[in-house]
């Protein structure tokens, strides 16, 4: 076979083998460009060091617009002391190292975004990959493979029906640098940003204040008095927001979204919906509202106005439509407007985004895309949440719009100021992993928390435990406020009064997550005045670090009692249990102690 030497950049090697190109790096050895069927494409890959990583640039040129050429990028090197692997996919068993042939992944600009670690079982980076591409979709493998045990992977490109294109470039990054898995994970994301050029929403400080959600206790049950009563309850508590979820635009409570798109009030549950925003906001709340941004419903006013602008029907009476077509994108950056000025919110719950996709063939190419001025979706939605952001920031700069996992990362953080953890009802695992992930790949954006919901008959320990399993995060209640005991009040009350007392170590300090193979059974937050740990499972040791600074160690194993690693006696401790009371201890001796802390209670150690 006839070798092409094509280039050499310091000690890296590229080679050209019918069809594939080959560099050499230090993190994984030789890394193979493969291009069965380039036709008019020539591919150009090559390797540099940058901060201690490694970085592949692609680029790809045709002489003209045309289909772009599938190619993939792979890689395999030896499994050396790297057994778990992170990505962004929100489920728990997301950091499980599977075959090569199980260990399928996906990522596009509303679906998870391309980011994997390698790490061990100490917390310690062994590989993590990034990839600039954090529009079109990239199919990705990660995975072992059983001969030989050998970490394989690879990034998959243009799967998926693509508008032509003449230049194509993107980047992947190799990190095997021996540091802190959360580092390399958040430097990653932030690499992503940087490469792509992605600006950031602004981020207004109401973004990180407590709020209350209809959701769960509500759902479409929703009306102007109930949601007045329980807003005098949370604004009392010191809840700064409400959003107002599904149900205001429907006298629908069949769930589903069969109502959607016409996005006009209803007027029998809001008679006057201006001045029920006004008497919430006169609470000294802020008032957000949620829309399905891609559906239209078959029971709407307006859906036949959109009939042939679809992508495809979900599985209800309810259709996706098509951001391709300019119109759209007009229509619903105009609902948004004209609910910002009607009726003075200062936010919106954007949520579903992740739903403009293709299903099957698309259905532009039949119709050679007719009417539609951008070819791809993904690019279509770029256009069209750019635009939204735009117009409501030039109406009302401080504007506050969420979106959710699994759409999250760099690309999203450009629409949007605040991040929530994707649904999981009760689940206060799923939420502390959740929320986790979303502080590692967030940047400065405000992540929060899934609704929180309890019992009303917990104890109040057990009704503490879901609020300090996303103690690191905004906190969101949807809790039937009038309906919870005085103690469960107590338990809100004092814990909120805390997390806006350490708001500065909890929500922009340096977050260290640890062990997220076994979902975070400890979680640490760090300023220059404080340092804050939280033990989520009993026996677990907690270091309380260097002897520098107040640490505030908080219980919430669900049992009486912490063990705390102490590099010395502290001068002083103060204890206090779940309602915030204090509670005497005596002071532990350097060394490993086992600390009385109450459950759902904390101890603070000065120093």
């Known amino acids: ?265 209803s007027t029998r549950r809001f008679p006057d919906m201006a001045a029920h925003v006004r008497r919430v906001q006169d609470m000294g709340m802020k008032y957000m509202m949620w829309y399905s941004v891609p559906f239209m419903g078959e029971k709407s006013q307006i859906f036949n106005t959109f009939k042939g602008k679809f992508l495809f029907k979900e599985s209800g009476d309810w259709w996706v439509l098509d951001p391709r077509f300019p119109e759209v994108r007009e229509y619903l950056c105009g609902v948004y407007e004209r609910a910002l000025r009607e009726w003075n919110i200062d936010g919106f719950k954007l949520d579903f985004i992740d739903r403009f996709l293709i299903q099957g063939v698309d259905p532009a190419i039949a119709e050679n895309y007719k009417g539609r001025d951008i070819k791809s979706v993904p690019h279509a939605v770029d256009v069209l949440m750019k635009e939204v952001r735009r117009r409501l920031q030039a109406i009302k700069p401080d504007i506050l719009i969420e979106f959710r996992q699994n759409y999250m990362g760099p690309a999203i953080r450009q629409f949007g100021n605040m991040m929530r953890a994707a649904d999981c009802p009760g689940d206060l695992q799923g939420n502390r992993i959740r929320t986790s992930n979303l502080r590692l790949t967030s940047g400065t954006t405000a992540v929060h928390a899934d609704m929180l919901e309890w019992h009303p008959a917990e104890t109040p320990q057990d009704a503490a435990r879901p609020i300090l399993a996303v103690l690191y995060s905004t906190i969101q209640y949807s809790m039937m406020l009038r309906d919870l005991p005085e103690s469960h009040h107590k338990v809100i009350n004092h814990w909120l009064n805390f997390s806006q007392q350490h708001r500065e170590t909890l929500l922009h300090g340096t977050f260290k997550p640890y062990h997220p193979e076994s979902c975070y059974p400890l979680l640490e937050a760090e300023s220059a005045q404080e340092r804050i740990l939280t033990a989520y499972q009993d026996g677990i040791v907690v270091p309380a670090g260097k002897p520098d600074k107040d640490v505030y160690v908080v219980n919430a194993t669900g049992c009486a009692g912490v063990v705390i690693d102490l590099q010395q006696k502290p001068r002083s401790m103060t204890a206090y249990n779940v309602f915030g009371e204090k509670v005497k201890l005596p002071v532990p001796n350097a060394g490993l102690a086992r600390v009385a802390v109450p459950a759902s209670g904390y101890v603070v150690l000065n120093y």
């Open 1 to 265: 076979m006839k070798k092409k030497w094509c280039f050499v950049i310091g000690l890296f090697l590229c080679i050209s083998l019918c069809g594939q190109t080959v560099v050499r790096t230090k993190a994984v050895g030789d890394v193979t460009l493969s291009c069965p069927d380039a036709g008019k494409w020539k591919i150009d890959m090559q390797v540099s060091e940058k901060n201690g990583c490694e970085e592949i640039r692609i680029v790809m040129d045709a002489p003209e617009e045309t289909a772009p050429a599938k190619f993939d990028v792979l890689f395999e090197c030896p499994q050396k002391d790297a057994h778990h692997l992170w990505h962004s996919e929100y489920r728990a068993d997301r950091c499980q190292l599977k075959p090569n042939w199980g260990g399928n992944y996906y990522s596009s600009l509303a679906q998870q975004m391309p980011l994997y670690a390698f790490f061990n079982e100490n917390n310690r980076n062994r590989l993590t990959v990034a990839c600039s591409e954090c529009i079109r979709m990239v199919n990705a493998k990660m995975g072992l493979r059983e001969e030989g045990c050998v970490l394989v992977g690879s990034l998959s490109f243009f799967r998926q029906p693509e508008a032509d294109i003449r230049h194509y470039e993107v980047i992947i990054r190799l990190d095997a640098r021996d540091c802190f898995w959360a580092e390399s994970v958040a430097e990653g994301s932030q690499w992503i940003s940087d490469t792509s050029r992605l600006e950031a929403c602004q981020v207004p400080e109401a973004a990180f204040e407590p709020l209350y959600s209809t959701w769960y206790q509500f759902h479409q049950n929703v009306s102007d008095k109930a949601i007045e009563e329980e807003c005098r309850l949370a604004s009392g508590m010191g809840m700064k927001t409400i959003i107002v979820d599904d149900g205001w635009q429907t006298d629908d409570n069949n769930r589903g979204y069969a109502f959607c798109g016409d996005w006009k009030v």
